[in-house]
């Protein structure tokens, strides 16, 4: 913008490329939003922002506008709430084996319930946040699952002569 002499209009130069939906405030206001409703899915939450400030804007255009403002779709972090009585299972089971060797832990068969998918869509709801704040409380969320952390002993003896119902040759 320039201020012409003598004169208290100001008269804006034409500048490069396509002019911006949203100005500053609308886009803080995106933000606020976004952070407001953290679980809920970017299309909910720009008909809510497009409702508030009567202009359509696209999904890339709100993904953009959250980028700005340091706010990135994260998986949240899921915790199973601990009960007192699972807790000291926990720990019991810990004291139990505390003092095992390596080969004690060889013969034990931990599950492993990673999840992966070929596909790019993985089903999970993200959380809008700013990096480094996924152990807050406000973007962690409780599963209703109940908690199972065990491993399970098996003893392989191999038997040379007999059967498998334990008859003798």
């Avoid at 804007?57 to 953009?64: E, L, P």
């Avoid at 403002?69 to 084996?97: D, E, F, I, M």
């Avoid at 908690?147 to 040759?169: C, M, N, P, R, Y």
Wanted: hydrophobic residues 35%.
């Amino acid at each position: 913008m320039e201020t012409i002499p003598n004169s208290q209009t100001f008269v804006r130069r034409p500048v490069a490329g396509r002019p911006r939906l949203t100005n500053h405030a609308e886009d803080r206001y995106i933000a606020v939003v976004a952070k407001r409703n953290q679980i809920s899915i970017s299309i909910c939450v720009t008909s809510m922002v497009a409702a508030a400030i009567g202009k359509t804007i696209s999904a890339t255009n709100f993904r953009q506008r959250l980028n700005m403002n340091c706010l990135y779709p994260q998986v949240p972090r899921v915790c199973v709430p601990l009960s007192v009585q699972s807790r000291g299972a926990r720990l019991k089971w810990c004291r139990q084996h505390e003092n095992w060797t390596v080969p004690d832990w060889g013969n034990v068969l931990f599950r492993n319930e990673s999840r992966f998918t070929l596909q790019p869509n993985d089903a999970r709801v993200r959380v809008w946040r700013e990096q480094g704040t996924r152990n807050r409380s406000e973007n962690i969320t409780y599963s209703a699952m109940k908690a199972s952390w065990s491993g399970q002993k098996f003893h392989f003896d191999i038997a040379t002569t007999g059967t498998s119902t334990g008859e003798v040759l």
